[in-house]
């Protein structure tokens, strides 16, 4: 992509398996695919960030997540196991890839975990809940 009046670079990436050099990033953002990620994976990722940010850049992520309170927690679990399968049938042919949102939401329960890895490897974080804790997300930057 192009855009003319910012100096502005995106890049794509494997981020676990990347070609970045270190400290050249003044952002990092993803959304909705940590879920993914095994635990192994998470730590990798959050290496990765602090390797390729530059000092004072900045990240953000945001996942959906499991919300603590139970009778949400039944609600939207069941909104991501049916319902969401079902749109995705209706609507895009195959419901296969969104019945997986609930197996990984209920595995990932949220990014609480990745925020503490994220400390860990020096970052300063900030971990945000959103929509009474059906998303989830961590921001903040390199020291």
């Given amino acids: 992509m192009e855009y003319p009046h910012w100096n502005i670079q995106l890049l794509e990436e ?3 398996n990347n070609s970045i050099i270190s400290s050249h990033a003044d952002f990092v953002v993803s959304a909705f695919g940590l879920k993914t990620f095994s635990t192994a994976q998470l730590e990798k990722l959050a290496f990765e960030i602090n390797r390729i940010l530059k000092p004072n850049g900045q990240f953000a992520f945001i996942e959906i997540s499991e919300p603590k309170w139970l009778l949400l927690r039944l609600l939207f679990m069941f ?5 969401i399968p079902i749109i995705g049938k209706l609507f895009m042919g195959n419901s296969m890839d969104y019945k997986m949102l609930g197996v990984y939401c209920s595995k990932f329960k949220n990014c609480e975990k990745f925020s503490t890895q994220l400390k860990a490897n020096g970052l300063e ?3 945000k809940k959103y929509f009474f ?3 989830t997300g ?3 930057y390199k020291k």
Avoid: S
């Fill in 138 to 140: 961590v921001m903040g």
């Fill in 125 to 127: 974080v900030r971990y």
């Fill in 133 to 135: 804790g059906c998303a």
């Fill in 14 to 16: 494997d981020v676990l």
């Fill in 79 to 83: 909104y991501l196991n049916w319902i």
